[in-house]
């Protein structure tokens, strides 16, 4: 059993299933509504359970924003794991969960200024760890990615590709272009000096 953030008491499996239904509802008014609509009520709104249940699980509401956050996280790595398993050449494998990555962005353009909205406020409240572990969790998909292609350091490749596509996000919101002539980009980024 776990612990209740901020309480002693220990959780039953019934529990902990109240907790992820939370977790779940904080989830759907996240990307439905940003960062300041994820209030108590709306959670309680959008879930099974009622606000004092809320509190009751979670007595900081940050805690739950961190949590539903990262299964957000969890469930886009997962989904571009899921890409990637359908490609057999590493390179084509790669690229395409570069393209997954993009499009994700481009046909759900609130889940980027989520992304940002949520880095910035936990960056205000000096709580980095949370950032962290959501860019680690992402930079290791690429520099799993990168690995059997036989560059140097996959690990800053993927560090430094992350970061490229952070950018382009925010520029394809701009000035839209085709994964084709970004394509050119990322090779650059990930095989430059590599032959």
Same mark, same amino acid.
């Given at each position: 059993m776990t612990a209740v953030p901020g309480r002693s008491a220990q959780l039953s499996p019934n529990q902990l299933q109240k907790q992820e239904q939370i977790v779940e509802a904080a989830r759907v008014v996240l990307a439905r509504d940003g960062l300041a609509?994820?209030? %108590?009520r709306a959670i309680a709104d959008a879930g099974p359970l009622t606000k004092s249940a809320i509190h009751y699980y979670f007595a900081d509401i940050d805690v739950l924003i961190d949590r +539903?956050? +990262?299964?957000?996280?969890t469930t886009f790595a997962t989904d571009l794991r899921a890409v990637g398993e359908k490609f057999d050449n590493p390179r084509e494998r790669l690229f395409e969960v570069t393209k997954a990555y993009l499009a994700e962005f481009a046909e759900r353009p609130n889940g980027a200024f989520l =992304?940002?909205?949520? =880095?910035i406020a936990a960056g205000r409240a000096q709580h980095p760890q949370a950032i962290d572990a959501m860019l680690t969790s992402i930079t290791e998909l690429? +520099?799993? #990615? #990168? @690995? *059997? #292609? /036989? %560059? /140097? /350091? *996959?690990? @800053?490749?993927a560090r430094a590709l992350l970061s490229y596509l952070l950018g382009a996000v925010v520029q394809q919101r701009v000035r839209p272009r085709p994964f084709e002539s970004l394509r050119g980009d990322v090779e650059a980024l990930c095989f430059a000096g590599y032959r």
């Amino acid at each position: 059993m776990t612990a209740v953030p901020g309480r002693s008491a220990q959780l039953s499996p019934n529990q902990l299933q109240k907790q992820e239904q939370i977790v779940e509802a904080a989830r759907v008014v996240l990307a439905r509504d940003g960062l300041a609509g994820c209030t %108590v009520r709306a959670i309680a709104d959008a879930g099974p359970l009622t606000k004092s249940a809320i509190h009751y699980y979670f007595a900081d509401i940050d805690v739950l924003i961190d949590r +539903a956050m +990262a299964a957000h996280i969890t469930t886009f790595a997962t989904d571009l794991r899921a890409v990637g398993e359908k490609f057999d050449n590493p390179r084509e494998r790669l690229f395409e969960v570069t393209k997954a990555y993009l499009a994700e962005f481009a046909e759900r353009p609130n889940g980027a200024f989520l =992304w940002f909205e949520y =880095w910035i406020a936990a960056g205000r409240a000096q709580h980095p760890q949370a950032i962290d572990a959501m860019l680690t969790s992402i930079t290791e998909l690429f +520099a799993e #990615l #990168l @690995a *059997p #292609l /036989d %560059v /140097d /350091d *996959p690990r @800053a490749r993927a560090r430094a590709l992350l970061s490229y596509l952070l950018g382009a996000v925010v520029q394809q919101r701009v000035r839209p272009r085709p994964f084709e002539s970004l394509r050119g980009d990322v090779e650059a980024l990930c095989f430059a000096g590599y032959r």
